[in-house]
Every structure is written in structure tokens, then in C-alpha cells.
């Protein structure tokens, strides 16, 4: 492998997985990728592929993830991407509540930790793994800077009727209640490649983007600038995701306070782990959704409606939002792969602009694509997300801001 000039190595770290890659920031390549799953369970499952070598070492217990990512690191050096060979100049974190202080990309301090963890409450399937994976990554690494990349940034300046929530505002000023959104890194660098894919300037653009994975977000763009989206205060809001419900009338969680009797604590993990096409269906993969669909099961079937008819709410929304809407973007894992979810989203829109090409739809790729009809008003397109290009791009920028300071200086 030839090292390229500078490599910046990106780590996603959950509450039971780790992921990390080594991407070169100037020609966008990602020279490896490594996976370390089951952390603190009897069998651990790592993996590491650098192009077409892979090294695993699946079976023995990885106890915690500073024990992760050394095997990810050993891993790295038996398929041929030693970290001293790659020419390493940062780590960037991918972080996601940083509330009202941290939100564009910035050096990890122990400040900022220390946020993220009074933050946890906020933020309790992301922040607590991701502060994790900063305090080993930095252990391991201490030479190098470590930069927290938040998937808030890129909707900080939401137009206050977006952003506000319509409650008490001296008690939404103390408490710095607003809608942040997330999934901000993956809706912005779509929404550019949007835009790149079409040969269009993005300030050109109004696009709705979907980005539906495990965790589900939409949101309205106009001219490169995020006008709405949909997760608020914490990553629960909106869509109907893998494990969290979306959009719940708020009674609903007074009502299982004062009448269920379920404690805070329980009502957050009903929220957060119980609820969604999970909670609903029992299954949080589509394909097994879909298998079990057409079985008959009426469980899955119902999830699915309830999934899909929330999506479509947010289409509608965001296209009155827009006004006009040029483009609209599927992406991540569900929106990536899933035709019949993209079908269903969209299906009986043609008097709204929006028609798909049935047979473009169902092709299976790999790479951007567009699936609407020929001559849709309104653009459709598969994009593949890249959270971990977009973090390292955003490291190297904090790292050139850093130099340009010191020379002017
Ligand atoms: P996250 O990063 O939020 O964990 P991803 O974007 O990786 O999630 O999406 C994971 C989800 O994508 C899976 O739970 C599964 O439902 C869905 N998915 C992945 N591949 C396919 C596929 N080929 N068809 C349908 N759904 C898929």
C-alpha cells in the first residue's frame, strides 16, 4: 500500500460497537476500515479490511472499547495499514450533542468532555460511548489532535421558527431547550454531492434529504443552507426510526409518569431501545421486515405502515416548507438499499412533482444514482452517505485554521 500524503483516522464509537477508517482527505479514499463489535459480551467480533486484505479476530471477549481499539489498531498492522506507516495527522471523533457551546468541529479538551457528559441525559444512546471512544483514542494517541466533529453543526443557524419550540421561553432560555438536529455531517455532505451529482451550483438547490438508517432524520435544505429538520432537543424526534418512536405527543410520557407509574429512567429506555419498528414489529432490519410482511405477519405490516406513513408526513411538510422543491435525496443504510421504503415514501406524488422510475428505483447500486421519471419536476436520487470523509475533511479545515492562526500570528 502506498501511504498517501496525510491520513486522518475517524472514530464512531457506540455503546457496544466501534468503527474506524483510515481516509486520505485529499482524494476522499478510505484505506481501511475496521469494525469491533459485541464490546463487554462473552465473543467479540472484530474486523479490519485494508482494499482487498482482511484480518479478523472473531470468538475472544474484548472487555471495554480502550481493549477495542487496540485490537483494531493490532488488526490495522496484520492487513498491511500500521498507523506509523500512514502518514497519521489527526483522529476525528464523531460526536453528536454538544449542546449550545460545541457544535461546529473542535479540538477535544477535557472542557469538552466534560459537556458532553453533562450533556448525556440529552443525548444517552450517543454521548456517553462517544466521550469513551475520545478518552481511549486519546490514550493511545496522545501526540496526535483529536477533533469532535457534532452532528449539530451544520443546523446551528435554523431559522428561529424552525429551531424554537413553542413552550415557555424564559424556561427554554434557561435550560437552552431548542431544536439542534442531527445527522447534520451526513445531511450536508448529501446534500453537496447532490448538487456535485447534477452539475448544479447548491446554492441553486432546494432539496429534501432523507437520511434513514437505524436512526432516522429528514430535513429541508434551500441553497446548501438547512431551513428545517426533524430530530429536536435530543435525537427522539420525527422520524419513526429502528428504535425510537419520533414524533410523540408529549401527554403520552406525562401520562406513563403519572398513571403507568414508570420512572424516568424507564420511560427513557421505552424511548430510546423499546420503541420505533422495534417496538412495534419486534425487528429493527428491514429485509427482515419485509420477509416477515409478506408471510402474512400483520405485527411487521403495521410497523411498516406506521413507518412509512410518518416519512410521508415529512415529505409533505418539507415540500410546503420549500415551496419548490428540486431534489429529493434518499441515504443511509434503509435509504441506501431499501426500493420498496423508497417506493412507498413517494408513491401517488405526481400531482405534488414527484414521480419515480420504477425500474431505476429497483436497481440495486452501489454509487449515486437518480431513480425519479424522466421529466419529475422534482428530482430523486440514492446518494451513498460518507459521514467519515465529511469528519476528516472538517479535521484537516480545524487543523488549517490552526496553522494560518499561528503564521498570521
Ligand atoms: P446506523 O448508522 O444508524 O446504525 P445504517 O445507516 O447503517 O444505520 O442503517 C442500518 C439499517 O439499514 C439496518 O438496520 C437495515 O434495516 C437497513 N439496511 C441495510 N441494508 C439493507 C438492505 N439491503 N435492504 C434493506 N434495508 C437495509
Known amino acids: 500500500m502506498t501511504a498517501p500524503a496525510r491520513t486522518v483516522l475517524v472514530v464512531n464509537s457506540g455503546s457496544s460497537s466501534l468503527k ?23 465473543a467479540a467480533l472484530a474486523g479490519v479490511t485494508v482494499g482487498e486484505r482482511e484480518a479478523r479476530r472473531d470468538g475472544p471477549a474484548i472487555a471495554d472499547h480502550e481493549a477495542a481499539l487496540r485490537t483494531a489498531f493490532d488488526l490495522l498492522d496484520e492487513a498491511g495499514a500500521s498507523l506509523d506507516a500512514v502518514n497519521l495527522v489527526a483522529v476525528g471523533h464523531r ?14 479538551t477535557e472542557e469538552l468532555i466534560a459537556k458532553m457528559r453533562e450533556l448525556a441525559p440529552l443525548a444517552p444512546l450517543h454521548n456517553p460511548p462517544s466521550v469513551l471512544g475520545m478518552e481511549v483514542a486519546r490514550k493511545i494517541l496522545p501526540d496526535l489532535p483529536h477533533i469532535a466533529v457534532f452532528d449539530t453543526g451544520f443546523f446551528h443557524d435554523l431559522p428561529a421558527a424552525a429551531a424554537t419550540y413553542a413552550i415557555d421561553r424564559n424556561t427554554a432560555q434557561k435550560w ?26 447548491l446554492e441553486s438547490l432546494n432539496q429534501i434529504v432523507l437520511h434513514l438508517g437505524n436512526g432516522a432524520s429528514a430535513s429541508a435544505i434551500a441553497g446548501g443552507r438547512p431551513v428545517d429538520t426533524s430530530m429536536g432537543l435530543t435525537p427522539l424526534e420525527g422520524l419513526v426510526m429502528g428504535t425510537r418512536p419520533g414524533d410523540i405527543d408529549a401527554g403520552v410520557i406525562l401520562y406513563l409518569a403519572r398513571t403507568a407509574g414508570l420512572s424516568v429512567d424507564e420511560i427513557d429506555e421505552l424511548l430510546n431501545r423499546r420503541s ?39 415529505v409533505g411538510a418539507y415540500l410546503a416548507v420549500l415551496g419548490n422543491t428540486d431534489v429529493i435525496v434518499f441515504t443511509a443504510g434503509v435509504g441506501e438499499n431499501d426500493a420498496k421504503v423508497r417506493r412507498d415514501a413517494l ?24 431513480i425519479s421519471a424522466e421529466g419529475s419536476p422534482t428530482t430523486v436520487l440514492v446518494i451513498p452517505t460518507n459521514e467519515e470523509l465529511a469528519i476528516a ?17
Open 276 to 314: 420505533g419498528v422495534f417496538g412495534l414489529g419486534g425487528e429493527i432490519d428491514f429485509r427482515e421486515l419485509h420477509e416477515r410482511i409478506e408471510s402474512g405477519d400483520a405485527t411487521a405490516r403495521l410497523a411498516y405502515d406506521v413507518y412509512i406513513y410518518r416519512l410521508r408526513k415529512y
Open 347 to 370: 408513491s401517488g406524488l405526481a400531482g405534488l412533482g414527484v414521480e419515480l422510475d420504477e425500474h431505476l428505483n429497483a436497481s440495486p447500486g452501489k454509487t449515486a444514482r437518480r
Open 393 to 409: 475533511r472538517d479535521c484537516m479545515a480545524v487543523l488549517e485554521r490552526g496553522i494560518e492562526r499561528r503564521e498570521i500570528g
Open 95 to 108: 460526536a453528536v450533542h454538544g449542546g449550545s457551546s460545541f457544535y461546529a468541529p473542535t479540538p477535544v
Open 20 to 42: 474506524c477508517q483510515l481516509i486520505d482527505p485529499d482524494s476522499g479514499a478510505s484505506l481501511a476500515d475496521g469494525t469491533v463489535e459485541r464490546i463487554g459480551e462473552d
Open 176 to 201: 437552552h431547550i431548542r431544536r439542534y438536529g442531527f445527522h447534520g455531517t451526513s445531511h450536508q455532505y448529501v446534500s453537496e454531492q447532490a448538487a456535485a451529482f447534477l452539475d448544479v451550483p
